[in-house]
């Protein structure tokens, strides 16, 4: 059974800092592309950056490129999301998602909000 969960999400001020986690179970962490998604109040739910399988190979949105940054423990199951100099437009639930035997298996989510 697939399971993702998220952890680490909060309350930060612009600026600020915030690292979430995702620990995952069920396959074969290790060959499995990660994904990190948001959606906030009104809007669709986005990609935010995806972790390859290769070491170090990672991808971003472009509303986020140079202040997030993607990792991943193969050892330990989990995916990481540090993000820095966060803006309130930041603000939305942050989940973690797999591709896995041709379905999308998702988190419950951690919220995230940036505010003074």
């Known amino acids: 059974q697939v399971q993702l969960v998220e952890s680490g999400g909060g309350l930060v001020q612009p600026g600020g800092p915030l690292r979430l986690s995702c620990v995952a179970s069920?396959?074969?962490?290790?060959?499995?592309?990660i994904h990190w998604y948001r959606q906030a109040p009104g809007k669709e739910r986005e990609l935010v950056a995806a972790?390859?399988?290769?070491?170090?190979?990672?991808n971003y949105a472009e509303s986020v490129k140079g202040r997030f940054t993607i990792s991943r423990d193969n050892g330990k199951n989990t995916v990481f999301l540090q993000m820095n100099s966060l803006k309130p437009e930041d603000t939305a639930v942050y989940y973690c998602?797999?591709?896995?035997?041709?379905?999308?298996?998702w988190g419950q989510g951690t919220q995230v909000t940036v505010s003074s």
């Open positions: 069920g396959f074969r962490f290790n060959e499995y592309k």
């Open positions: 972790s390859t399988t290769a070491a170090g190979s990672s």
């Open positions: 998602n797999v591709e896995w035997r041709l379905r999308g298996y």
